[in-house]
């Protein structure tokens, strides 16, 4: 299916949102003591959101060089920026607003009442996107000497988390709608999505598919059928969640019950 993919269970949702919060601390870790700074990219979500409050409540979070941390997100709710739909507040509240963070480093996807109208939000958030990518190129030495390549449109992405829902969509690309389809930019506005809030802007595949690693983490019964199809490689078209695939590695993080149709053969089980 990936390029190097993996399942984890998890004996239980509170289980599964400390361990992959432990998880992402070490991880930030390693990179920061390899390249010095870290990129994550978030989610919303139950699990999401949990993961994070963990992270803050966890002794070890105390190690990481939070100010060195790049934070952006993979997709957020097209409205204004107090609104509770916002996975922006709902990070800020959990883990960002708790921790000693660069504000410059927090990428935040615009809300309703900052811009003109979705597409300025696509726009700003493509082009935030742009800037850090020729920014980090500039800064790597080795690929600076490579003067005929061209800057990506996106920078590194170390850690990008996911979230599932029980239609298998990933960020907000939802089964046949256009934002799956999108290729060639960086980030899709979302029209009429199925689930509430209908106007969204998201990540693309292409996008998500460019980090180093990709965490699906999904909780609960009703994701289990989502978690099968999209370990059994559907078309992502119809199942976003199976063409998620990390450039080093991807991790399908889950409780017993979103596990509970996957092969035991697939299975690592995390107690």
Do not use: C
Not at 53 to 70: F, M, T, Y
Not at 110 to 130: K, N
Not at 221 to 233: F, P
């Amino acid at each position: 299916m990936s390029r190097n993919f993996r399942v984890t269970e998890h004996p239980s949702f509170d289980v599964l949102a400390a361990t992959t919060a432990a998880r992402l601390i070490t991880r930030l870790l390693d990179v920061q003591s390899e390249r010095g700074e870290a990129t994550v990219v978030l989610t919303g979500g139950s699990v999401g959101i949990a993961t994070l409050r963990e992270i803050a409540q966890s002794p070890a979070h105390l190690a990481v060089d939070w100010s060195k941390v790049n934070f952006w997100f993979g997709d957020d709710r097209f409205v204004e920026t107090d609104s509770p739909d916002r996975n922006y507040g709902q990070a800020a509240e959990a883990l960002l607003n708790q921790i000693p963070v660069d504000p410059a480093r927090v990428h935040i996807m615009p809300a309703s009442d900052t811009v003109a109208d979705l597409d300025e939000a696509v726009a700003q958030y493509a082009a935030e996107l742009a800037a850090a990518a020729e920014a980090e190129w500039h800064n790597d030495e080795s690929r600076e000497a490579e003067a005929a390549e061209v800057a990506p449109v996106v920078p590194r992405f170390d850690v990008l988390l996911l979230g599932l829902g029980p239609d298998a969509h990933i960020a907000s690309l939802f089964p046949d709608m256009a934002g799956i389809r999108t290729k060639g930019v960086s980030v899709v506005g979302v029209r009429n999505s199925p689930k509430p809030p209908p106007t969204r802007v998201s990540l693309t595949l292409e996008t998500i598919n460019s980090a180093q690693e990709i965490w699906i983490v999904a909780a609960g019964a009703d994701k289990a059928a989502a978690v099968g199809l999209g370990l059994a490689g559907a078309n992502a078209v119809q199942v976003p969640a199976s063409g998620a695939r990390g450039m080093q590695k991807t991790l399908w993080l889950l409780d017993q019950a979103a596990a509970a149709k996957v092969p035991g053969v697939l299975t690592h089980r995390n107690s």
